[in-house]
């Protein structure tokens, strides 16, 4: 059984995904690493800005210790993640990895931008998770520590917008995907909603 779970920056979806593995007892893969891996090691070896040439050698030569790389989640590698993300060839070199482990069984959830409208358009449950994008970048602010607020915001906004509005595979919803707006809720009402929506289309 496959598991997509995608939306926008710090709507929720990394924590509700990881539940659900737990719930289910399935495999895990935050896509997203994948981008930051290859957004910092084209920093790392070209500088900035960053270059196309550089962001596709990095995705062909992606050094899976670097999974672990404590910078993965600044945010400066979160926005250059989303730089090397609207090249087309960067996501064609990360696409077999991503299916070959959807395939894992007993099962993965995958969390993304894509995931359910082209990494795994065949997933059994499918949910979009979003929230506003004050409520997101406040959660973002306390994630990271951060004392300007008005800064996160407006990296929020501008990841939103890059993501949106690039050609290849944008973040947009699956037509079949369950949507789940988060403002409202705690981690703890999110992630059992998530799990009623997936236990829903469970075949019996
Ligand atoms: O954790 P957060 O939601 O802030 O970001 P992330 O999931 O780590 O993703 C970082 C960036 O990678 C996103 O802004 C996207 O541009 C890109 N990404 C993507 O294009 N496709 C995916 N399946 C996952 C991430």
């Known amino acids: 059984m496959i598991i997509a779970v995608d939306g926008p920056a710090a709507a929720g979806k990394g924590t509700i995904a990881r539940a659900l593995a737990r719930h289910f007892g399935f495999h895990f893969l935050d896509t997203g690493a994948l981008y930051r891996m290859v957004g910092l090691a084209a920093i790392r070896a070209g500088g900035e800005p960053i270059t196309t ?33 609207v090249i087309p060839e960067v996501r064609a070199a990360l696409l077999e990895f991503q299916r070959s482990f959807a395939r894992t069984p007993p099962g993965a959830v995958l969390d993304g931008r894509d995931i359910g409208t082209v990494v795994c358009p065949d997933a059994h449950a499918k949910l979009f998770i979003t929230a506003s994008a004050e409520v997101r970048a406040r959660r973002r602010q306390l994630e990271l520590g ?23 595979a944008p973040l ?33």
């Open 172 to 204: 947009v919803a699956a037509t079949d995907a369950v949507t789940l707006d988060t403002s409202e809720m705690d981690i703890n009402a999110a992630v059992a909603a998530a799990v009623a929506t997936v236990e829903a289309r469970r075949l019996p």
């Open 53 to 85: 040439p550089a962001a596709i050698a990095a995705a062909l030569s992606l050094d899976p210790a670097s999974f672990t790389d404590a910078d993965l989640r600044n945010e400066k590698v979160g926005a250059a993640a989303s730089i090397v993300a």
């Open 146 to 168: 951060a004392t300007d607020y008005e800064a996160v915001l407006a990296d929020i906004r501008a990841r939103d917008a890059r993501d949106s509005q690039r050609t290849a």
